[in-house]
Each structure stands twice: as structure tokens, then as C-alpha cells.
């Protein structure tokens, strides 16, 4: 795998397990304070935000359809310029073979 991409794919797994974590401590906030809202649920938003628009470019960067990725409302579209960036940074230079005569 292209090294930007590994990077890529490990910064989705480390947001996929601060998700659950940050869910769970909300959920636990919540449960003791009968329903109120917590500090946590800002933060699990914007972290789901970002996992999602990171999936589309990395889906996108291994050659998904945005089709065969998600299927969104037209009310809840995604962020194309985050995502052009995304694929921007982390996008790898195809290998080139060196063949020496």
C-alpha cells in the first residue's frame, strides 16, 4: 500500500475508535444526568463530520464510486471541497518502474 494512503487508512481507524469512545462517554453523561446534553455531544459530532468526509476521499482514492460509497439525501450532501482536499493531501503519485538497460 502507498504510503500517504496507509496514513490515511490508519487516521480512519484511530477516528472510528475515538468515536466509540466519545459515544460511549456520552451516553454514560447522559444516563446520570437523566437525558441532559454533555460537553461530549459537539465533539462527536464533528468527529463523525470528519470520518465521513475522510471515507469518501479514501473510497474515492482506491477507486469507489461515490455510489458504491453513500447514497445521501439531498439535504445532507457532503462537504466537496473538504473532501477535494482530502484527496489532495494524501494523494500518492502513481509508481514509476526504473528499468535500466
Known amino acids: 500500500m502507498k504510503p ?3 496514513e490515511l487508512k490508519n487516521l480512519l481507524k ?3 475508535i475515538e468515536i466509540k469512545e466519545t459515544k460511549s462517554k456520552h ?7 437523566r437525558g441532559g446534553g454533555s460537553d461530549y455531544e459537539w465533539s462527536l459530532h ?13 473510497s474515492e ?3 469507489k464510486t461515490r455510489d458504491q460509497i453513500e447514497k445521501p439525501k439531498e439535504d ?4 466537496e471541497d473538504i473532501i477535494a482536499s482530502i484527496k489532495k493531501e494524501y494523494f500518492d503519485e502513481p509508481e514509476t ?5
Open 61 to 63: 482514492l482506491r477507486g
Open 14 to 16: 484511530k477516528l472510528a
Open 4 to 6: 500517504k494512503r496507509k
Open 46 to 58: 464533528r468527529k463523525s463530520y470528519d470520518y465521513r468526509h475522510y471515507h469518501i476521499a479514501y
Open 76 to 79: 445532507n450532501l457532503p462537504n
Open 97 to 101: 518502474l526504473c528499468i535500466s538497460a
Open 27 to 33: 451516553k454514560e453523561v447522559q444516563r446520570k444526568q
